[in-house]
T-cell receptor
């Protein structure tokens, strides 16, 4: 059975700290891994990763994929209160005619001022 | 572009009542999805569609029906609501996943069944 597991489930840090969120997966025919940020409403897209070892960066956020060990990490440096959110990891798997997207349960990140 | 819109934003139903949630997208996406999100459960796929006139079951399809009569619209129906269907429902759309699987989400519908 395909599954995506995120850890930790929740995390509380102080503003300015650096955090690392984890996502591991077991799927058949991996196609891509995506990270989303969800504040009070709909998830918004952060990164899509398809190749191992290539870091994607956007400001203070970065992410990398390890297809051999089947995991990805999302790093946030110099955290700010606006980074408080649930971070969702999703994996697209399967074949182009029948691919599916499996979401992890998310990591709830709280940044204290 | 409005992106993905959902109506209504909130709804309270009594057990046994029916309702339809409407999702619309203006990005000409082929794929559309309905998810439910419960505390600690992440997003779970209810039904999805790979094009106009097609629908397929996701992870948790029981108690729901869908229709995709027009490419831009994806309707989710509850024929006889149950308290277990209390949840936040998200619609999403994407291009063909073979071209990049980023999904665009609507703002959500908070449904309470009493």
């Amino acid at each position: 059975e395909d599954k995506v597991v995120q850890s930790p489930l929740s995390l509380v840090v102080h503003e300015g700290d650096t955090v690392t969120l984890n996502c591991s997966y077991e799927v058949t025919n991996f196609r891509s891994l995506l990270w989303y940020k969800q504040e009070k409403k709909a998830p918004t897209f952060l990164f899509m990763l398809t190749s191992s070892g290539i870091e994607k960066k956007s400001g203070r956020l970065s992410s990398i994929l390890d297809k051999k060990e089947l995991f990805s990490i999302l790093n946030i440096t110099a955290t700010q209160t606006g980074d408080s959110a649930v971070y969702l990891c999703a994996v697209e798997a399967g074949y182009s005619s029948a691919s599916k997207i499996i979401f992890g349960s998310g990591t709830r990140l709280s940044i204290r001022p | 572009n409005a992106g993905v819109t959902q109506t209504p934003k909130f709804r309270v139903l009594k057990t046994g009542q029916s309702m339809t949630l409407l999702c619309a997208q203006d990005m000409n996406h082929e794929y559309m999805y309905w998810y439910r999100q419960d505390p600690g459960m992440g997003l779970r796929l209810i039904h999805y569609s790979v094009g106009e006139g097609t629908t397929a079951k996701g992870e948790v399809p029981d108690g729901y029906n869908v229709s995709r009569l027009k490419k831009q619209n994806f309707l989710l129906g509850l024929e006889s609501a149950a308290p277990s269907q209390t949840s936040v429902y998200f619609c999403a759309s994407s291009r063909d996943p073979g071209q990049g699987a980023e999904q665009y989400f609507g703002p959500g519908t908070r449904l309470t069944v009493t």
